[in-house]
């Protein structure tokens, strides 16, 4: 499942309605097949929990990232093998049983969601030295370290995708004036002017993925009162890599200790986070940063995101989307294109896709200051 913009309730139901359905098993390639579109465990131990036993061997369904890490793990092209599940089935049974033939003895981490008595999900094939830091505990983790701050943030919204978990925290008691980063800017959504509302909060981006795709990263955040646009500072940013030992073959079990000393860890980053980002000197210091480029002036907006879109990978799409917000947002400015991605990124349905457009939004700003 899932989400885009949700409430922090939301998010931890659902990651608790699949935590309970987890599985995740180290296997050899000679104990994993393709049948038809789906992957086949053979032979696969058990799970047992306090719930019951689950049965791990059985056929899962891949994602469409679970498809990509496939390909990678096996050295096949991503889109031909996308292109052999949904026109020839068979030769993608054949290519993926072709390469985990080839190599019968390699071990693979197997993420997947448990099917209650129907086909599962499968949710990645990893590295068997993937250090599994799961979404739900790593919530719970930050929560506690910034519940032990003892400073009252927001959730300004949570996203989860198949890839990552996405957590937007804001604190609108750490503020700071910023007129020179607003300057001519109106909100794209209300058209509220900036310059009655000149005010950046602080706060920050939890990252998480459970599926190969980044280590866990707390990035600091400032949001306009305007508009909400948030405004990711990824030069600062915490991070701790989903890297550990070799595991064995079967079911993946921590012992409590090793979990507790991993979440302490989390813990320790969301205090850190909440120490060195909530503060008003580091809310002027980025602010002062990110206005001198911000006032320079954009003499052909088109040509300029043009460029800017180029430089940085965006779509037609995308391209064409920050044109329009550029122009509701009426600051022809470096800032007003930086304000132009973020709120752009606000109106995406896509999570990952906004959560690229808006972490390569102050670059935005850099490139179109430098024309």
Known sequence: MTLRNATLDDLVDVLRAQHAR???VIVPAERLRAVG???????TEPLVTKDGVTATAGRYLPTAHCDQDIATKLGIPAQYLRRTREEQPRLYEANINGW?????????LFRALAGNGRTGVGRALLSNSYKIVDNLDVLMAALAGITDSGVAVQIDGADLTERRMFLRVACEQIQA?????VTGYR????????AAHPVVFAGFLLANSETGDGAFTITP????????????????????VHLGGRMDDGIVRWSPDTLA???ALVTARARDAVRTFLDVDYVRAKIAELSRQARVEVAEPDQTIAFVATKLSFTKDQQQLILQHFIKGGALTAGGVMHAVTSAA???????????LESRAVQAMHLAAAL
């Open 37 to 43: 579109t789906h992957l086949e465990l053979i032979g």
């Open 22 to 24: 987890k599985i995740d």
């Open 177 to 181: 004036y910023a007129p020179d980063l």
């Open 261 to 263: 000393k991993s979440m």
């Open 346 to 356: 606000q109106v995406l349905d896509d999570a990952e896709k906004a959560f690229e």
């Open 221 to 240: 955040r400032l949001t306009l009162q305007v508009c909400r646009n948030g405004m990711t500072i990824n030069r600062d940013v915490l991070r701790e």
């Open 187 to 194: 909100s794209p959504f209300s058209g509220a002017d900036a």
């Open 100 to 108: 985990l033939q080839a190599d019968p003895r390699r071990r693979f």
